[in-house]
């Protein structure tokens, strides 16, 4: 789930190729999910390719907000572009699914675990 800061770490993980450290597991509070957004946009604010205006809103993506989640997975894609992202990575993967959805749908709530396809 992208509030939780799980899916925007792999995310910039896999597109920076750096670790982002200092993630909370399963994060119960709104503190904890704002901490791992804001831990992963750390990461991201340091390449110079990439659009500001959404780097610091880890409030609106720890609350899960779609045009923010949006607009940050547009900005990372305009940077990174298609090519960047190494192959059988899962992140990027998620974040189409994401970036398909409509704003204001079901990204603010819980969604249930897809089987991974076999192979």
Known sequence: ????GSVLKQLTEALSREDVHGITANPRSFAARR???EQSLRVLRKRPNLALDHLY???ALARGEA???????QDLKRAFGPAHVPVGTRA??????LASAR????LS???PARARPPG
């Open 103 to 106: 704003a204001g749908s079901h």
């Open 109 to 111: 709530q819980p969604q």
């Open 35 to 37: 901490h791992n957004a």
């Open 67 to 73: 045009a923010v989640v949006l607009g940050l997975l």
């Open 92 to 97: 990027p993967a998620i974040a189409v699914g």
């Open 1 to 4: 789930e992208f509030q939780d």
């Open 57 to 59: 809103a880890a409030d």
